[in-house]
């Protein structure tokens, strides 16, 4: 996928290098007007090695950005997205829900609805990662994960 | 040649039914809790050091030993199968151990080699230990913050300018990575620093999450494209017989294994520097030679380099903590902490006190690194079975393991938005051909280098001669700017036909 590529005037290519550039100019700002650079007598402040990596950020991003116009941009497939949407969901509905029931409903909704799997697939999957999500971390390491506004509010 | 005696002395002390029984539950529940993303060695000595009240204290520290040990083997499972590094020093292990899983369609390979190359570098590394464990210590000792400010320099732009094709991109990936680490606590001072007034932004970015995201939840995204591919798993790869490596893929893994287990146990001995330090530095000498194919593109030199590493710098790491009673990384300190709870203190005397421990626990280090290798052989084929998932099935089990893995580290949500967030930005940044591996190696070595750097200067009182004045940094700093001098001239080598280009292979 990554190899059909259509040049295009401006695009990630160059918005990486700028981000990179605001970014290494909000270090360099706070890092000499908020944290200091250097001290006569204690040498070097908190903010002495951020600025100067920033600094040598802020010269690289120059050179990326002028050399980014001679690459293609890359594709986004549409699909990719609903990856990131998924898991943006399993945040939210874990304030809800709690997380293990929020990727039990992900892992069914995904491999049912989406990849409109059978049942039996669908079914032996999400037994296969529950077990080790509630064996292994649950049961054997012991992390509390967190249960959710109605968990709470049922079982206080 | 007494020592060679006195390491027999240890195996005749090791050779108990409760002694081995130990060590061979530490290696398995260490390839288990290294192949667990999020977890890692520190977490794993840490989980199981009650497990060991009620042995003695050699049987305790052999199983702890055994532990750390397969966990370094342990963390390459995943980093090969799923492009999830399992723990950090198995991030380098993801570049060419998941393109030789996938796209050479050689998966059982990559994890054998995986493994042989860790077993060749464990024993290096005991090897080396074992004939010069106190003066390694000492050597260790010589690198102030002046030395290891130019041994982390040489790391950092080593691989800023050689992984990925464009050494501009590695390099401002670099600095990204270095003021990531900056956000949170100042490291002399703790003044609280880039934390924009978010409390969670305080203690900083979590590493394991961080790593999960932009390695691991990024590929999951970028596996969107391919998830109407059918998987054609061959049946003769998913035994013993179809995951052996032939003989040209053992010539091809022993250089890198050897060197990489020499420079590793150095690495591994330094303050602080650790596995995923060796890691990186082993990648990064192996780009200086030839590779038959490129680095990155599932190399077998290439997993042979870092795993060969990152299991010999685990077994150096021992020397200053036997010998000195210095821990040279996290888990060192959690098992000198286990050390001390036994009533046993680690120093030059240990080896004159206590001879049976110190030398029942060399000579366990050895069997576990033999009988690790021989379980994590026996698994192979049960593992690759990962691979013969249709990717369909497999998005939204590896989605499930990244959010839950970065859960676990920091027990907060914080962890699965930071997993979340990196893993976009690790994604865009895939896309626009940039590689992550030098955020990743920036990002942990960023706050040893500020660390240093800033004491080399307080020493110094901000002159930069001191870097020229000591022969350890003087010629560290020399290879450094070899490396960028080369990197710099080696278009015009090339344009001059005096060098090959690196499409042409290395």
Known sequence: ?????????????????????????????????????????????????????????????????????????????????????????????????????????????????????????????????????????????????????IFELIFR | MENIQLLMHGFAVLFTVQNVGAMALGAVLGLIVGAMPGIGSLAGVALLLPLTYRFNPTTAIIMLGALYYANMYGGAFSAILLNIPGDSPAVMTALDGYPMATVRKRPGQALLTSNISSFIGGLVGMVILTFTGPALANFGLRFGPV?????????????????????????????????????GMDTLSGSPRYEFGNIYLLGGISFTPFVIGIVGFAQVIKLMEERSLQVKAAADKLTLRGSMVTRHDLKRLLPPALRSGVLGTFVGVLPGAGATTASFMGYAAQKSF????????????GIAACESANNAAAAGAFAPLLALGIPGSGTGAVLLGGLMMWGLNPGPLLFVNEPDFAWGL??????????????????????????????????????????VGSYSTSNSMYGVVVMFLSGIVGYV??????????????????????????????ISRGSLGIFFEKPISLTLLVVLSAIVLFTAARPLLVRAGLLKSKGAGQ
């Open chain 1, 1 to 149: 996928m990554d190899r059909k590529r259509s040049p295009a005037p401006f695009g990630v290519n160059q918005v990486i290098p700028i981000a990179a550039a605001a970014m290494a100019g909000v270090f360099i700002w706070l890092g000499l007007g908020r944290y200091g650079f250097w001290h006569e007598d204690k040498g070097p402040l908190p903010g002495f090695f951020p600025v100067v990596i920033a600094t040598a950020m802020l010269i690289f991003s120059a050179f990326a950005f002028f050399a980014s116009f001679k690459e293609a941009a890359p594709s986004w497939p549409r699909a990719n997205w609903y990856v990131v949407l998924s898991v943006a969901l399993i945040i939210g509905a874990t304030f809800l829900l709690g997380l293990i029931p929020s990727i039990a409903i992900y892992l069914l909704v995904w491999l049912r609805l989406y990849e409109r799997c059978s049942w039996r697939a669908t079914l032996v999957t999400f037994g296969v990662v529950m077990a080790i999500v509630v064996g292994c971390f649950v049961l054997w390491l012991g992390v509390p994960f967190p249960k959710g506004i």
């Open chain 2, 147 to 183: 030395e290891m400010t130019a041994l982390l320099l040489v790391a950092m732009t080593s691989i800023g300018w050689l992984v990925g094709e464009n050494p501009t991109k590695g390099l401002l990936l670099t600095a990204f990575g270095i003021l990531l680490a900056c956000v």
């Open chain 2, 290 to 301: 030839k590779s038959e194919e490129p680095l990155g593109s599932g190399a077998i030199e």
């Open chain 2, 362 to 403: 060399i000579a366990s280090l050895f069997l576990a690194n033999l009988v690790t290798l021989l379980i994590a052989w026996g698994v192979i084929p049960f593992l690759i079975k990962i691979l013969s998932v249709p990717t369909r099935l497999l998005i939204p089990c590896i989605t499930v393991i990244c959010v």
């Open chain 2, 429 to 458: 940044l895939q896309k626009a051909r940039y590689s992550t591996a030098p955020v990743l190696l920036a990002f942990v070595l960023a706050p040893m280098l500020e660390s240093n750097m800033r004491k080399s200067f307080i």
